[in-house]
């Protein structure tokens, strides 16, 4: 089939990609100019796993083209997918201007009887916004408007994509659904489909996440009582997920959920409950808590550490957690932001985020290309973002460099006995260090 995508970012990129290796002919369009340009360069704007030698392929065998005119994308188009973003609104509602503006582009162009498939993730009652829009564009009802939400990770968007969980289809016409099992039809029969209306899989996504963000939320509430009281939460969360009506997935304490969707998608659900008189007390709950972590995170790295205002802290991490180059609503950089508004000077790395968080801590920071090089000199390190080259950290090189003793890992990524055994002292999320070694174990079964 042919598709146009509309919006050429994390999600854009990744479906687009995706569905063309999937067999389709796929046009991606985006508004900014200079970043189709690099695309058609075959430069990446984002980094991906493994997205750079999929778009490599697919524009090598001719299923994908980007383009910054709209009739070139969407013209001779089954079905134009709009991935465009949907920030929040400081109300917490969504901000959908980027949603009705690709809507308005997108409608003339279209041939009739084809498809807008919305992949943002947008409330309940979108699809009918967009369908509104694209026949009062056109003059008359003759293309269809479906919701297809998009569960992919930032960090395994690929895989995500191809190997779903299920794929949601909300569809209010017949026409629509046809299309849509068209388009999935390579992967339908390997994965479970919901389909239902455009408000209940508009309703799924945000659902979704809300609940996701709620199992994260309580695990960082379960980790503060586990370090008032001398527990461990790793070993508490991992007896508790293997309780099948539970699960083990997104029980990790850290440093609160980031990210451009937990956090949005959250203040939304929360919003529209509340505008709707059907108020999400659990999920207010969470959105606050969440929102408040950084600050105390800052709190406890001062008081811990004993820091008084000119004294250096490390950072290691600012992407909002391993394998992307994002820091949007990046617990990290929450934290960052916080140290530097007590005072501190800040050494900060990250080993894909740095250019993208460049801006946001502005002037005053020292960005090194080397983690050691962040953490000589410090009196305090912290490890915000898990990625993976922090596990082979040579700790007692750094102990030897660095001013102060403390080190946070707010990842629980590395073992305490071998940052303490290298001269550091060890602080994590809700875990007690000095345990017997048979704890914390749970057995597989023979
Ligand atoms: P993004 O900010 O990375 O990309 C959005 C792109 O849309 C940008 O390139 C922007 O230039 C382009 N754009 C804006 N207005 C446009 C218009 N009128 N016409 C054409 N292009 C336009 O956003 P993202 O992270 O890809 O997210 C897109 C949507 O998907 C959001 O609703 C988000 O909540 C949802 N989502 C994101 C993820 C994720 O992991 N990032 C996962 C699932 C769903
Ligand atoms: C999320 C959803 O998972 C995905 O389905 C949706 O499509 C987009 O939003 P993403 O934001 O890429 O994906 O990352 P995710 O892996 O879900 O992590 C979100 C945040 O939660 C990160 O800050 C992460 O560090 C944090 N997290 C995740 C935890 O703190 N603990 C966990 O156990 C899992």
Same mark, same amino acid.
């Given at each position: ?25 796929? $046009? ?5 100019? !200079? ?30 083209? @980007? ?17 465009? /973003? ?5 109300? #917490? /509602? ?18 009739? #009887? ?8 947008? $409330? ?26 998009? @569960? ?17 289809? /909300? @569809? ?53 009582l586990c370090e008032a009281v001398g527990g461990d939460v790793n070993a508490v969360m991992e007896a508790v ?8 997935? @997104? ?65 290691? #991490? ?24 007590? /005072? ?44 993976? $080259? ?18 946070? !890992? ?6 305490? %006995?071998?940052? %303490? ?26």
């Amino acid at each position: 089939m042919k598709l146009a995508m509309i919006g050429a970012g994390y999600v854009g990129l990744t479906t687009g990609a995706c569905l063309a290796d999937l067999g389709h002919r796929v $046009v991606i369009f985006d508004i900014a100019k !200079d970043r189709v340009a690099r695309l058609r360069r075959a430069e990446l704007p984002i980094f991906e796993p493994g997205l750079d030698g999929l778009i490599g392929r697919m524009l090598a065998a001719g299923r994908l083209a @980007f383009t910054d005119c709209i009739h070139e994308a969407v013209q001779e188009a089954d079905a134009a997918f709009i991935a465009v /973003g949907t920030p929040s609104r400081p109300d #917490g /509602g969504i901000d959908l201007s980027q949603v009705d503006a690709a809507a308005r582009l997108v409608a003339p162009a279209l041939k009739p #009887g084809a498809l807008v498939v919305i992949k943002s993730t947008v $409330v309940v009652g979108t699809a009918d916004r967009v369908r509104k829009i694209v026949s009062e564009q056109r003059g008359r009802f003759d293309v269809f408007v479906a919701s297809n939400p998009e @569960f992919l990770r930032e960090g395994s968007a690929i895989s995500d994509f191809m190997k779903p969980d299920r794929i949601v289809l /909300g @569809f209010d016409h017949q026409a629509a659904g046809q299309i849509l099992d068209e388009i999935y039809a390579p992967l339908i029969g390997a994965v479970p489909v919901c389909r239902t209306t455009t408000a209940d899989a508009e309703l799924t996504k945000h659902t979704a996440n809300a609940f996701l963000a709620m199992k994260i939320g309580f695990a960082n509430n379960v980790a503060d009582l586990c370090e008032a009281v001398g527990g461990d939460v790793n070993a508490v969360m991992e007896a508790v997920g293997l309780d099948s009506r539970i699960g083990r997935a @997104f029980l990790s304490a850290g440093p609160g959920f980031g990210g451009s969707c937990f956090p949005k998608d959250t203040r939304a659900f929360v919003h529209t409950g509340r505008s709707k008189s059907a108020p999400q007390h659990l999920i207010e709950t969470v959105v606050t808590a969440n929102a408040e972590r950084s600050a105390r995170l800052a709190q406890r790295i001062i008081s811990q550490a004993g820091l008084t205002s000119g004294d250096t802290v490390a950072i290691l #991490g600012v992407a909002f957690k391993a394998n992307t180059d994002d820091v949007r609503e990046s617990p990290s950089l929450e934290i960052a932001r916080r140290l530097l508004e007590a /005072g501190m000077q800040l050494q900060v790395h990250d080993p894909k985020a740095a250019a993208n968080a460049l801006h946001v801590l502005g002037q005053g920071v020292a960005w090194p290309a080397d983690p050691m090089d962040a953490m000589a000199g410090a009196h305090a390190a912290v490890l915000a973002t898990e990625w993976d $080259v922090y596990r082979q950290l040579d700790l007692r090189l750094a102990a030897g460099a660095m001013k102060g003793r403390h080190f946070f !890992d707010f990842r629980n990524l590395l073992d305490a %006995n071998r940052v %303490n055994d290298a001269g550091l002292i060890y602080h994590s999320i809700g875990r007690t260090t000095s345990r017997p070694e048979f704890a914390a174990i749970c057995q597989a079964a023979e």
